[in-house]
């Protein structure tokens, strides 16, 4: 099976990573947020707006009363 150099470069750096952390997921997650602080560079959020998802389910009853259901196709 043919292996990519750069993909397991990366696993051996994330393993060594995780490795000096003790594998502990609140310890890492915490050295990330101390990392992205220190960047100096704007964090946004990439969340979803609850009225944006659903306005484009087709879920009438979310947009309002008056607004019609477009999940429903006609032939």
């Not at 060594?16 to 946004?44: C, H, P, Q, T």
């Amino acid at each position: 099976m043919w292996e990519d150099e750069i993909v397991e470069e990366i696993h051996q750096i994330r393993e060594a990573y995780a490795k000096s952390f003790n594998y502990d997921l609140d310890a890492i997650f915490e050295d990330l947020r101390k990392k992205e602080a220190e960047s100096g560079r704007e964090v946004v959020s990439l969340s979803r707006r609850r009225g944006l998802t659903k306005r484009w389910s087709g879920r009438a009853r979310d947009l309002g009363e008056d607004a019609e259901d477009t999940s429903r196709r006609s032939t």
